[in-house]
């Protein structure tokens, strides 16, 4: 059974920075692309951030680009999403996603886990 | 930015009625669309994929279609567990992006 477990969220003050991590289980980790999508709460989803499955390629919404920083642990099977510089914008839902397929990047998420919560406020 | 528009935002219909959401780019995506459902507090679920590609597990009374700008997910006779939202969602063009949803309500 496939299993995300993100982690990491929290009440951080405009500026700082935090580090969300996603444990997957119950898949070969290193064969599929892992996401970030983001929803605040009662509203829509928005894609944040995206790794290939060998961390070859990585791709950031505009909003987070140059602030935001995505990476993989095959070896632990973790994804992170190391994120700087935050804006009460920033504040959502944070979900780790799977990409549906193996290998090359289809960017359809057919397995999310629960969602770590991130409060951007001073 | 490809814009989703999703009509209607909100749907209200009774137990074994069809429901009809279409979900409209602002150009064109091909088929490479996608549609999500959401139940409250819950994650979303993917269930169709390339337009019109049921994902694994999905009830055979959901279908989807379309192409280029427009697409349909129908669900042929609802059931109380059906309420909840549902996203489209293309990955046509960067960015990748999602409409806004319909809230679909059963009676």
């Known amino acids: 059974e496939v299993q995300l477990a993100e982690s990491g969220g929290g009440l951080v003050q405009p500026g700082w920075s935090l580090r969300l991590s996603c444990a997957a289980s119950?898949?070969?980790?290193?064969?599929?692309?892992m996401h970030w999508v983001r929803q605040v709460p009662g509203k829509g989803l928005e894609w944040v951030s995206g790794?290939?499955?060998?961390?070859?390629?990585?791709g950031y919404a505009d909003s987070v680009r140059g602030r935001f920083s995505i990476s993989r642990d095959d070896a632990k099977n973790f994804l992170y999403l190391q994120m700087h510089d935050l804006r009460p914008e920033d504040t959502a839902l944070y979900y780790c996603?799977?990409?549906?397929?193996?290998?090359?990047?289809?960017?359809?998420?057919?397995?999310w886990g629960q969602g770590a919560l991130v409060t951007v406020s001073s | 930015e490809i814009v989703l528009t999703q009509s209607p935002a909100t749907l209200s219909l009774s137990p074994g009625e069809r429901a009809t959401l279409s979900c409209r780019a602002s150009?064109?995506?091909?088929?490479?669309s996608a549609w999500y459902q959401q139940k409250p507090g819950q994650a979303p679920r993917l269930l169709f994929y390339?337009?019109?590609n049921r994902a694994t597990g999905i009830p055979a009374r959901f279908s989807g279609s379309g192409s280029g700008t427009d697409f349909t997910l129908t669900i042929s006779s609802l059931e109380p567990e059906d309420s909840a939202v549902y996203y489209c969602?293309?990955?046509?063009?960067?960015?990748?992006?999602f409409g806004q949803g319909t809230k679909l309500e059963i009676k």
């Open positions: 790794i290939s499955w060998d961390s070859g390629t990585t």
């Open positions: 996603a799977k990409d549906k397929r193996s290998g090359s990047a289809a960017y359809y998420f057919d397995y």
């Open positions: 119950g898949f070969t980790f290193d064969d599929y692309a």
């Open positions: 390339d337009a019109s």
């Open positions: 150009q064109s995506v091909a088929t490479y």
């Open positions: 969602q293309q990955r046509n063009s960067w960015p990748y992006t």
